[in-house]
């Protein structure tokens, strides 16, 4: 990342769930490779998520951690949130997804249809996500100069 | 118990009817009740060289609360036996507290003492030997406080940041430590009455690889201010990192740390929290690592301990595992572990480390005139900091890391007002590792595994880093 450029990205742990360790690596990682990361923490609701895109209107994305099973529960206020158009950019969802250790693909689709676009079981694979994910939109942006 | 659960507290927020004895009364009843004063049985035990015992307990209900006290005590005789309260009352919501109460009892995580009122806190008192502390976790813990008073309880666990930081994600700092300075001020009260609470500060913190010149610079603080505002006896917990000489070092840092932000009149103890994170899960492990942090304790000349037990992976521990642990910790005590000895010399470097780390942080925010407004600037700034942090009022840009013998030194030290010797040295002690830009996946893996850090000793878990 060249030192002019200028990453923002939101980032949160789901509303029920308190678990700090994880938010706070995957915050000093993104920061230490250059990012601008407004860390809204733990037990954050939809509308905290919200909230973070008006203050930053130029959010690459907003990543939501959830290792409690509950994720489902608590993003249940994201349609909303998307049709008002409060929350524009890609919504990534990591962590432990569902309660219990069998997972079922139910799960992910369900996810999909709650209005998030990308789910991350390792989140070693974030940056290279977000790159990808900047990589679309600048080809969109360009097909829309271009049109 | 149709009535039987009131309101009594004394400061007119919670609702319900009832008032609290005047502070005189309650000073009188406790010298009635005759039992030692938490503050007594700590310098009894360092007096003699022993390490007190206490174990963590609290349910909802009245009489099981009474059986679980009379049941540890009567099975482990430990020296403190502790009312933990639940989680309504913690954040003073009395009402849900009542509610749950009244309907199942059962689904409380603690004693709700207010709710129950202080009479029921004096039954209580009086149905066992040794004094009784209060563990929460408040960020405003006044009206909890005054009904512990008047219950006769005479040790008190939480402090401004400590109680903060861990347990809530949006209380102003600032707010915190008012109520705490409340409380503080009612102590202060208390020893001109004749009577000396001991005011335990929470240096375990987040409990997840907390470095110990973090743990110990918080309870400095919060030490410094709870002297000013009258208390006479604070307990300085620390929580055990798993590496003998950091810990043995961390403990006896307590009493050089008192001399030198202290004044001489106040009488302060070290206490080791028996390691709060990840435990082993096979019952002969659990009680290794248990009778390990006793011996800790031991040498590093800790006046207590708050134990653990070998259903510690599993959840709350049931009364019969409270008491083995209780009963465990306190072999470490015999006389016939005497030759138990650790590396003097290196424990004098690792102090001496630990001390100047400690001043760092501490002298510039003790330096301004007022020390509320100054360490909750210097928070804001990351100046002050904790790892792993639930409050959003603390940066948590230290990140801590195990070095190659297990001994807990910051990959990164954020914005902490550290020397470049400092920074040097925690970088030296983990080979260099790239604190700017490391590898997210690889960082989540190793610091799995410092946390899992005995179950994977014990080999019960793969490492992380190996897979």
Same mark, same amino acid.
């Given at each position: 990342?060249?030192?002019?450029?200028?990453?923002?990205?939101?980032?949160?742990?789901?509303?029920?769930?308190?678990?700090?360790?994880? /938010?706070?690596?995957?915050?000093?990682?993104?920061?230490?490779?250059?990012?601008?990361?407004?860390?809204?923490?733990?037990?954050?609701?939809?509308?905290?998520?919200?909230?973070?895109?008006?203050?930053?209107?130029?959010?690459?994305?907003?990543?939501?951690?959830?290792? /409690?099973?509950?994720?489902?529960?608590?993003?249940?206020?994201?349609?909303?949130?998307?049709?008002?158009?409060?929350?524009?950019?890609?919504?990534?969802?990591?962590? /432990?997804?569902?309660?219990?250790?069998?997972?079922?693909?139910?799960?992910?689709?369900?996810?999909?249809?709650?209005?998030?676009?990308?789910?991350?079981?390792?989140?070693?694979?974030?940056?290279?996500?977000?790159?990808?994910?900047?990589?679309?939109?600048?080809?969109?942006?360009?097909?829309?100069?271009?049109? | 118990?149709?009535?039987?659960?009131?309101?009594?507290?004394?400061?007119?927020?919670?609702?319900?009817?009832?008032?609290?004895?005047?502070?005189?009364?309650?000073?009188?009843?406790? &010298?009635?009740?005759?039992?030692?004063?938490?503050?007594?049985?700590?310098?009894?035990?360092?007096?003699?060289?022993?390490?007190?015992?206490?174990? !963590?307990?609290?349910?909802?209900?009245?009489?099981?609360?009474?059986?679980?006290?009379?049941?540890?005590?009567?099975?482990?005789?430990?020296?403190?036996?502790?009312?933990?309260?639940?989680?309504?009352?913690?954040?003073?919501?009395?009402?849900?507290?009542?509610?749950?109460?009244?309907?199942? #009892?059962?689904?409380?995580?603690?004693?709700?003492?207010?709710?129950?009122?202080?009479? !029921?806190?004096?039954?209580?008192?009086?149905?066992?030997?040794?004094?009784?502390?209060?563990?929460?976790?408040?960020?405003?813990? !006044?009206?909890?406080?005054?009904?512990?008073?008047?219950?006769?309880?005479?040790?008190?666990?939480?402090?401004?940041?400590?109680?903060?930081?861990?347990?809530?994600?949006?209380?102003?700092?600032?707010?915190?430590?008012?109520?705490?300075?409340?409380?503080?001020?009612?102590?202060?009260?208390?020893?001109?009455?004749?009577?000396?609470?001991?005011?335990?500060?929470?240096?375990?913190?987040?409990?997840?690889?907390?470095?110990?010149?973090?743990?110990?610079?918080?309870?400095?603080?919060?030490?410094? %201010?709870?002297?000013?505002?009258?208390?006479?006896?604070?307990?300085?917990?620390?929580?055990?990192?798993?590496?003998?000489?950091?810990?043995?070092?961390?403990?006896?840092?307590?009493?050089?740390?008192?001399?030198?932000?202290? #004044?001489?009149?106040?009488?302060?103890?070290?206490?080791?929290?028996?390691?709060?994170?990840?435990?082993?899960?096979?019952?002969?492990?659990?009680?290794? %690592?248990?009778?390990?942090?006793?011996?800790?304790?031991? %040498?590093?000349?800790?006046?207590?301990?708050?134990?653990?037990?070998?259903?510690?992976?599993?959840?709350?521990?049931?009364?019969?595992?409270?008491?083995?642990? %209780?009963?465990? &910790?306190?072999?470490?005590?015999?006389?016939?572990?005497?030759?138990?000895?650790?590396?003097?010399? !290196?424990?004098?470097?690792?102090?001496?480390?630990?001390?100047?780390?400690?001043?760092?942080?501490?002298?510039?925010?003790?330096?301004?005139?007022?020390?509320?407004?100054?360490?909750?600037?210097?928070?804001?700034?990351?100046?002050?900091?904790?790892?792993?942090?639930?409050?959003?009022?603390?940066?948590?840009?230290?990140?801590?890391?195990?070095?190659?013998?297990?001994?807990?030194?910051?990959?990164?030290?954020?914005?902490?007002?550290?020397?470049?010797?400092?920074?040097?040295?925690?970088?030296?002690?983990?080979?260099?590792?790239?604190?700017?830009?490391?590898?997210?996946?690889?960082?989540?893996?190793?610091?799995?595994?410092?946390?899992?850090?005995?179950?994977?000793?014990?080999?019960?878990?793969?490492?992380?880093?190996?897979?």
């Amino acid at each position: 990342m060249s030192p002019s450029e200028r990453r923002v990205v939101i980032l949160g742990v789901a509303a029920s769930d308190s678990h700090a360790v994880a /938010n706070h690596l995957i915050a000093h990682a993104l920061r230490g490779v250059g990012f601008e990361v407004e860390n809204l923490g733990t037990c954050t609701p939809v509308e905290e998520f919200a909230d973070a895109c008006d203050r930053h209107p130029d959010a690459e994305a907003v990543i939501i951690g959830s290792l /409690n099973g509950h994720v489902h529960e608590d993003l249940r206020d994201l349609p909303a949130a998307r049709e008002a158009g409060r929350i524009t950019c890609p919504v990534i969802v990591g962590g /432990n997804l569902s309660v219990g250790s069998k997972k079922d693909p139910r799960d992910l689709e369900r996810l999909h249809e709650l209005g998030v676009d990308r789910i991350l079981s390792d989140p070693g694979q974030l940056v290279a996500l977000l790159d990808e994910l900047r990589a679309a939109r600048t080809a969109e942006r360009q097909l829309l100069v271009a049109s | 118990m149709t009535g039987g659960v009131t309101y009594l507290a004394g400061r007119g927020e919670a609702p319900g009817p009832g008032a609290l004895p005047p502070l005189a009364e309650s000073v009188d009843y406790i &010298a009635s009740l005759g039992k030692p004063t938490a503050a007594s049985v700590l310098k009894a035990a360092r007096d003699s060289g022993r390490v007190a015992i206490q174990p !963590r307990c609290g349910v909802g209900g009245h009489q099981e609360m009474k059986a679980l006290l009379r049941d540890l005590e009567e099975r482990a005789a430990p020296d403190f036996l502790t009312l933990t309260i639940d989680s309504h009352t913690r954040l003073k919501r009395f009402e849900q507290a009542l509610r749950t109460l009244n309907l199942s #009892p059962g689904d409380l995580n603690g004693y709700p003492l207010v709710s129950h009122g202080y009479r !029921r806190g004096r039954e209580l008192n009086e149905s066992v030997a040794a004094p009784l502390e209060i563990r929460h976790g408040s960020p405003d813990a !006044r009206i909890l406080f005054d009904v512990a008073v008047a219950s006769g309880i005479t040790s008190f666990e939480g402090g401004g940041i400590s109680y903060n930081l861990p347990y809530s994600k949006a209380v102003p700092l600032e707010e915190s430590l008012t109520a705490w300075q409340d409380v503080d001020r009612v102590c202060g009260e208390l020893a001109g009455l004749g009577l000396v609470v001991d005011r335990e500060l929470f240096g375990t913190l987040t409990a997840v690889l907390v470095p110990p010149s973090i743990s110990l610079a918080i309870s400095v603080l919060e030490a410094v %201010l709870a002297a000013r505002a009258g208390v006479r006896c604070i307990s300085v917990s620390y929580p055990q990192s798993g590496h003998l000489v950091q810990d043995v070092a961390a403990l006896r840092a307590i009493p050089a740390l008192a001399r030198t932000y202290l #004044p001489s009149g106040v009488e302060v103890h070290a206490v080791l929290h028996e390691f709060m994170g990840v435990f082993p899960k096979d019952r002969g492990h659990a009680e290794d %690592l248990i009778l390990y942090g006793a011996l800790v304790a031991r %040498l590093g000349g800790a006046s207590k301990l708050i134990t653990k037990t070998y259903q510690e992976a599993f959840g709350i521990p049931d009364t019969r595992a409270n008491a083995e642990g %209780l009963r465990l &910790a306190d072999r470490a005590n015999s006389r016939l572990l005497g030759f138990m000895t650790v590396d003097e010399q !290196r424990v004098g470097e690792e102090l001496d480390w630990i001390l100047a780390e400690v001043a760092e942080i501490v002298e510039p925010v003790l330096a301004a005139p007022d020390t509320i407004p100054a360490i909750c600037e210097a928070f804001a700034e990351g100046l002050l900091d904790i790892p792993f942090s639930a409050s959003r009022y603390a940066k948590s840009g230290i990140i801590p890391k195990r070095d190659d013998e297990g001994a807990i030194r910051y990959l990164s030290t954020g914005s902490l007002p550290f020397s470049s010797r400092t920074r040097s040295r925690n970088s030296e002690l983990l080979k260099g590792a790239d604190a700017a830009g490391p590898v997210i996946g690889s960082l989540l893996a190793e610091l799995a595994d410092d946390i899992n850090y005995f179950p994977i000793l014990f080999q019960e878990m793969d490492s992380e880093v190996s897979k």
